[in-house]
């Protein structure tokens, strides 16, 4: 008794890259891969890198994502030029918007209405920088560079969300998700 051998699986059709979905990613973490209707995965970077990146914040007392003023920084470039993790922190999107907010003199409520937001990623005076490293331990150095991990880290769901789901080599794609028609069955009776 011979069997025959499996038939090979059908290849999968290469995914439509998606630009949408790859920008929605850069505003919000995982949010293209939500328009994409892959919502574990969606939340799953969501929640991871937005928490990092707060949480880096919150280690640097609110103080760690900001672009300086003043001295070889009064252009966008020497600011970058000047400090340079603003770039990793950059990708995260529309969380880290506020310094560039902030760097352009945009408004923001007074000091009296909201301490926190007058002051969210403006650039500290070197006193007030100066004070708080001298009187902390190491958490504020590991707090920026948890801001630029999430940033960085965040350039890959970007191209999650710009190439689509992946399938390794011998896994069908699921019928909701393959492109072409489907077969339709033959008519006519049995022969």
């Known amino acids: 008794m011979s069997s025959a051998p499996p038939a090979a699986p059908a290849p999968v059709p290469p995914h439509e890259p998606s630009m949408l979905a790859a920008f929605l990613s850069f505003l919000v973490p995982g949010l293209g891969q939500i328009y994409q209707k892959r919502y ?36 966008l ?16 999107g529309v969380s880290s918007w506020p310094a560039v907010w902030q760097f352009f003199g945009g408004s ?3 000091e009296e209405k909201s301490r926190f937001l007058h002051n969210y990623q403006k650039a500290p005076s070197e006193r007030e920088v100066n004070d708080f490293l001298v009187n902390s331990d190491k958490t504020p150095d590991l707090g920026w560079v948890y801001t630029v991990i999430a940033g960085m880290l965040n350039l890959l769901v970007i191209y999650d969300a710009y190439a689509g789901p992946m399938f390794p080599a011998g ?11 489907k077969p339709q069955p033959a008519a006519g009776g049995a022969s």
């Open 40 to 75: 574990a995965k969606g939340i799953l970077f969501m929640v991871s890198l937005l928490g990092m990146f707060y949480l880096g914040q919150a280690m640097g007392n609110w103080q760690n994502v900001y672009l300086p003023r003043g001295g070889h920084a009064n252009s």
């Open 77 to 92: 470039g020497g600011s970058l030029m000047q400090r340079w993790h603003f770039i990793g922190q950059f990708w995260i």
């Open 108 to 110: 923001m409520p007074s």
């Open 171 to 181: 896994v069908k794609r699921p019928e909701s998700d393959q492109a072409g028609p």
